[in-house]
């Protein structure tokens, strides 16, 4: 509640993206900006958002005529310092802006604050850093507490406070003796930790602390936390086993496509065309076919590869547990398997059914029946 110096106390409540003036709903979320009351109507802002998730531009069609006027409709433009410090002195228009901004979170001015209100700290632009301790600040000796996205704000983003590694959230599993657990992803590469099963189950773990969420699903997903300093842990946004899961489905893709390709070179042609006879043909087809199989065999090889390396760097940096081992084993019979038809449908069928089991658990089938 803000109680002005003059007039009628304004309440705000919040409601899973709803808000509401005094009981009056004035604003909600589309999945392209916002819905903002102007007297009777309800009117349909469109927000741009840049690669971090910052609002950048809102425009909207106030006078319903299907066309947007750069000089009237242009409601607000934000740019930004790369911290988040919102840049002054120009592009100031006329319209009432948005107030969430920086990550999508809403900017918070009520009695000279101007901080950001994240999930779990209120974040001040003008220094880059929280105004209260990371909870996690001992799994990153090398960062301050109070960073803001690593210290580097144009490649991270850190709107609500999640581990940023899926192997900071592993990690803190093991040294709490969490046994039962699934790995969520927030689809940006960052994790949230679950409770399965025991007195806990069900809570949820974003920061040192646990916390019990009930249908949070107003704030739109969250983004990166201080939380971890690896974060070398992902790469192109995957995790090692991601990176392991994808390597051993392109392998047993090129085991088949070899295995295809060998069984098509036999192909003998009855017939001839304009331009070359059966013979030649199948001379053609036979060359076409070999090189094929031996392109698949080496891509298959190498991406094999991939897999081992992907398993060993991660149990060398979080830790060997049993499912490394188990990767390994897996992934060296569906290297002897995949030459022949049999191999590489075995293989096809424990890939898809290892990507439905990470989907829904966030963890190998190997890491449930091993870990």
Do not use: C
Not at 342 to 366: C, E, L, N, P
């Amino acid at each position: 509640m803000v109680t002005p110096t003059a007039g009628a106390a304004q309440t705000t409540d919040y409601l899973h993206g709803f808000e509401y003036e005094n009981t009056e709903l004035k604003t909600f979320p589309h999945p392209e900006g916002y819905v903002k009351k102007d007297g009777a109507n309800y009117i349909y802002h469109y927000i741009y958002r840049d690669h971090l998730g910052n609002n950048r531009l809102v425009y909207a069609d106030l006078d319903g005529n299907g066309v947007i006027n750069p000089a009237t409709e242009i409601i607000e433009e934000n740019n930004y310092y790369p911290f988040g410090l919102k840049h002054q002195g120009y592009n100031n228009l006329p319209g009432d802006g948005y107030k969430y901004k920086l990550n999508g979170k809403e900017y918070e001015d009520s009695f000279g604050l101007n901080v950001t209100e994240t999930d779990f700290r209120q974040y001040d632009a003008a220094t880059g850093r929280f105004s209260v301790m990371d909870a996690l600040s001992e799994l990153a000796p090398n960062y301050t507490p109070y960073r803001y996205g690593f210290n580097n704000p144009v490649f991270w983003s850190d709107p609500s406070g999640l581990f940023e590694t899926e192997a900071a959230a592993r990690k803190f599993a093991k040294e709490n003796d969490i046994n039962d657990y699934m790995i969520t992803s927030d689809g940006k590469g960052r994790y949230i930790l679950t409770i399965t099963a025991g007195e806990f189950a069900g809570e949820q773990f974003y920061e040192m602390e646990v916390l019990v969420i009930e249908n949070r699903d107003d704030e739109g997903g969250g983004g990166g936390g201080g939380s971890d300093g690896s974060s070398g842990d992902t790469f192109l946004g995957f995790s090692p086993s991601e990176i392991g899961l994808l390597a051993n489905g392109a392998s047993v893709y090129a085991g088949a496509l070899e295995a295809n390709s060998k069984s098509n070179a036999n192909y003998q042609y009855k017939y001839g065309s304009k331009t070359h006879s059966a013979e030649q043909l199948t001379k053609l087809n036979n060359a076409r076919m070999e090189k094929i199989a031996k392109v698949a065999k080496s891509a298959g090889r190498k991406v094999t590869y991939v897999s081992v390396i992907a398993t060993v760097a991660d149990g060398s940096i979080n830790g060997w547990e049993n499912h490394h081992t188990a990767d390994l084993v897996i992934t060296g019979a569906l290297l002897i398997m995949s030459s022949n038809p049999v191999g590489w449908v075995v293989g096809g069928v424990y890939f898809i059914a290892d990507m439905a089991v990470m989907s829904s658990t966030g963890r190998s089938i190997t890491e449930n029946l091993f870990d």
